[in-house]
C-alpha cells in the first residue's frame, strides 16, 4: 500500500534549509515551557532504579491511569495510556473497524490530515462532511454521511486546524448518530485545555457504549516529546485495545509516565488559564495583521491555530514555499486539511514570534 508523505514534513525541511530568518508556524509545539512538575518528576524518577527503569504495564502506570479515570470520572479499567494522542487515536479507529460494522469513516473536511492517513492504513475509506464557514459542524450534515456502512465518526474538539469548539448540543448529537447507526464515534479531546469559549463538551458527558475518547498530555503540559496519551475505551472493546497497543508498543515510557503523573499531581489551573490568556493575547495580535493584509481568517474558540486566505494568494504548497522565501514565515498550505480550504493557508500561533510573523505579513501583503 502507498501512503503519502505528510506535507508537514515538506514544509518544515524546506523552511529549515533557507538561507534566512524564518518564523515556524508549522508545527504545533507549545513554546511556554512545561509546569514545574514535569522537571522535577523527571528528576525523582531518575534517582528510583532498579525495578522502575524496566517495562512497565502495557496499558500504563495503574496510579497514571487512576489519575486519569479520577479526572474523566470512568473506571481505570478503561484507560490505555497510549504513545502520544497519534497512537490512541489509532487505536479506536481500528477498534472501530474490528467491530466489522462497517468500512467507512466520517470526518471532516477541512481535516487533521493523520486521520485519513489513518483511515488508509486501515484499509477504510474516508467520507468527508464539509465544516460551516466558521468551522462548525453540523449534525445533520454528518447525519446524512452515515449509512449502515459507517464504522466510526472522528470528531476533533477543539479543533485544528479551525479552532471550532463543538457544544454539548453537539456532541450529544454526534453520539447519537453513532448508535442510530452502530458505529463509534472518536473523539480527539487533545485541546480541551484551550477551549476560549467555555461551550467545550466532552463526548465522556453521554454515557454510551459507541464512543471513545482519546487526548494527550503533549499540548496540556508543553511536552510534545514525552509521547504520552491515552484513549478511554467502552468496557466491552478495551481488551482488544490493549492487546493492540501490546502487539504495536509494547508499552509506553516509563519516566515520561511518571513525569507525567507527578505533573498532574502538582499543576495548578492557573498555568492552564495562563496560557489560555496568552494565546487569546496572540490571536489579538495576529488577527489584527490580517486585517491589515486584507485576509479572511478564521476566528478560532479554542486550540492555537489561525487559517487565512490571501488576496490572489492561494495557499497553494508554491505559495508557502514563497511566504519562507519572501515574507520569512512558514505555514501549512490549506491543500493539506482537505478541499475545501485548499486556498487557505494555516499558522500555528505557538512562537514568541507572532508578533513578528504577524508584522512580516502585514507588510508583505499591504
Not at 533557507?18 to 509545539?29: K, L, Q, T
Not at 509546569?35 to 524518577?45: K, N, R
Not at 468500512?103 to 477504510?124: N, Q, R, S
Not at 493584509?293 to 476566528?299: F, P, V
Request: hydrophobic share 35%; net charge negative; proline share 6%.
Amino acid at each position: 500500500m502507498d501512503y503519502d508523505t505528510p506535507l508537514f514534513f515538506h514544509v518544515m525541511s524546506y523552511a529549515m534549509e533557507a538561507e534566512h530568518d524564518v518564523i515556524d508556524m508549522v508545527s504545533g509545539n507549545p513554546d511556554w515551557g512545561s509546569p514545574p512538575g514535569i522537571s522535577d518528576g523527571l528528576h525523582e524518577y531518575a534517582d528510583l532504579g532498579g525495578a522502575d527503569f524496566q517495562y512497565p504495564p502495557s496499558e500504563g502506570l495503574r496510579e497514571l491511569r487512576e489519575e486519569i479515570a479520577a479526572r474523566r470520572d470512568v473506571d481505570q479499567s478503561q484507560v490505555v495510556v497510549t504513545c502520544g494522542g497519534g497512537e490512541a487515536n489509532y487505536l479506536a479507529m481500528a477498534r472501530a473497524m474490528e467491530r466489522e460494522s462497517g468500512d467507512e469513516f466520517i470526518l471532516t473536511d477541512p481535516v487533521y490530515p493523520y486521520y485519513p492517513g489513518k483511515t488508509k492504513m486501515l484499509g477504510a475509506t474516508a467520507r468527508f462532511v464539509a465544516t460551516d464557514e466558521d468551522g462548525t459542524l453540523s449534525p445533520e450534515a454528518v447525519r446524512e454521511q452515515a449509512s449502515e456502512n459507517t464504522a466510526g465518526i472522528v470528531v476533533n474538539s477543539p479543533n485544528n486546524p479551525t479552532g471550532a469548539v463543538y457544544d454539548e448540543e453537539t456532541m450529544r448529537e454526534f453520539v447519537s448518530i453513532a448508535e442510530e447507526y452502530d458505529a463509534l464515534l472518536v473523539s480527539d479531546e487533545v485541546y480541551d485545555h484551550f477551549d476560549f469559549s467555555g461551550k467545550f463538551t466532552s463526548a465522556l458527558s453521554f454515557d454510551s457504549d459507541n464512543r471513545i475518547v482519546t487526548n494527550s498530555f503533549s499540548k496540556t503540559l508543553a511536552i510534545t516529546g514525552f509521547r504520552v496519551g491515552y484513549a478511554i475505551f467502552p468496557p466491552e472493546l478495551v481488551d482488544v485495545a490493549k492487546t493492540r497497543h501490546m502487539l504495536t508498543n509494547v508499552a509506553t515510557s516509563r519516566p515520561a509516565q511518571y513525569a507525567v503523573l507527578h505533573a498532574l499531581r502538582e499543576t495548578t489551573p492557573e498555568y492552564h488559564e495562563e496560557n489560555r490568556q496568552l494565546l487569546k493575547s496572540r490571536v489579538e495580535t495576529f488577527t489584527s495583521a490580517l486585517d491589515a493584509a486584507g485576509a479572511d481568517y478564521s476566528e478560532p474558540d479554542g486550540a492555537f491555530y489561525v487559517m487565512a486566505r490571501f488576496p490572489d494568494f492561494p495557499g497553494t504548497l508554491s505559495n508557502v514555499e514563497k511566504l519562507i522565501d519572501e515574507a520569512g514565515v512558514a505555514g501549512m498550505p490549506g491543500e493539506a486539511f482537505g478541499s475545501s480550504r485548499d486556498d487557505w493557508v494555516r499558522f500555528a500561533l505557538v512562537t514568541p514570534e507572532v508578533e513578528e510573523a504577524a508584522e512580516r505579513l502585514a507588510d508583505y501583503f499591504g
